[in-house]
């Protein structure tokens, strides 16, 4: 029998909400940038700068992170459904 490899609609749910995940990290971490640099009146945007870098750094761990997750379920349920197909086989 084939392997049915089609992701299921809880893939796609996690995967678009790894955007907004990313976007509302970056974006929180440039109005944290912004907000310190208005307050100590930095001439340069010091601030915005390291917090935005740091905040990508983070949204990327992140979405390292679950599509490391993601993908051990994937597998971990491929090896289920090949032991059942095998046993059914017998």
Sequence with gaps: MAKNNEPRKSDYLRYSSLGFQMAITI???????????????????YYSIA?????IAI???QVIKEVTSMSQ?????????????????K
């Design 27 to 45: 974006g929180l971490g440039a109005w944290a940038g912004t907000y310190l640099d208005e307050k100590y009146q930095t001439e340069k945007p």
């Design 51 to 55: 917090i935005i870098l740091l905040a």
């Design 59 to 61: 949204a990327l761990y």
């Design 73 to 89: 379920d994937n597998d971990e349920s491929d090896d289920k459904n090949q032991n059942k197909t095998e046993s059914n086989e």
